[in-house]
C-alpha cells in the first residue's frame, strides 16, 4: 500500500485534527495510508525543544512515505505556508513523487497583487510596501521554485482540492 505525507497550514486550523483526520479519511478512501504532521509522536516538551521534535517526526514521516500531497494556497500573506514549502523541497530532495495543489492559478504577480498593497514601478513591475518587485512573471502560480520541485518529482500542481489530486493519482 502506497503512502501520503499530506502538508500544508491546516495545522494552524482552530478545528486541524478534525480536518486533518477528514482529509486522511478521503486519502484512505482511495486506498492510500496516509500520515498528516499530527502523527509524529511528540513528548510532553515545550518550546524549542518541543519544535525541534515535530521538525524530526515531521521529516521521518516525509521519508516514510511514497507521495507528499500539499495544500498550495496562500497562507498568512500572499504565497505558500513556509513549513509546507520546506517539505515540498525536503520530499523533492528524498526523490518522492509530490503533488500539490491551488484554488486559484492566476500568475503569482496577479495573485500576490490581489492580495497585498502593491504599486507600479519604474521598471515596468508591481513593486510591494516593502520595497521588491513582483518581476516573477513566466506563468507560474506559486514560487517557481516550489512548482518545478513539483513538476519535476513527477507530480503536479493541481486546480482543485485534496480530492482533486487523488482523483489524479487513479
Not at 516538551?45 to 494556497?73: H, M, P, R, T, Y
Not at 530532495?93 to 498593497?117: F, M, Q
Amino acid at each position: 500500500m502506497k503512502t501520503i505525507y499530506l502538508a500544508g497550514p491546516e495545522v494552524f486550523l482552530p478545528n486541524a485534527l478534525e480536518t486533518l483526520s477528514k482529509a486522511k479519511n478521503l486519502c484512505e478512501s482511495y486506498g492510500y495510508r496516509t500520515f498528516t504532521p499530527f502523527d509524529g509522536e511528540v513528548m510532553d516538551e515545550e518550546g524549542l525543544s518541543k519544535a525541534k521534535k515535530i521538525f524530526q517526526e515531521n521529516v521521518k514521516l516525509i521519508e516514510q512515505s511514497d507521495i507528499v500531497i500539499a495544500n498550495c494556497n496562500p497562507f498568512r500573506g500572499a504565497c505558500i505556508d513556509d513549513g509546507t514549502a520546506f517539505e515540498i523541497g525536503y520530499a523533492y530532495a528524498k526523490g518522492k513523487l509530490v503533488y500539490g495543489y491551488v484554488n486559484d492559478k492566476r500568475t503569482l504577480p496577479e495573485l500576490v497583487s490581489s492580495r497585498i498593497l502593491t504599486k507600479q514601478h519604474v521598471s515596468g513591475y508591481a513593486i510591494d510596501e516593502d520595497g521588491y518587485l513582483l518581476n516573477e512573471d513566466f506563468g507560474n502560480s506559486i514560487n517557481l521554485m516550489l512548482e518545478f520541485s513539483i513538476l519535476n518529482s513527477g507530480g503536479s500542481l493541481v486546480l482543485g482540492d485534496l480530492e482533486s489530486v487523488l482523483k489524479q493519482l487513479r
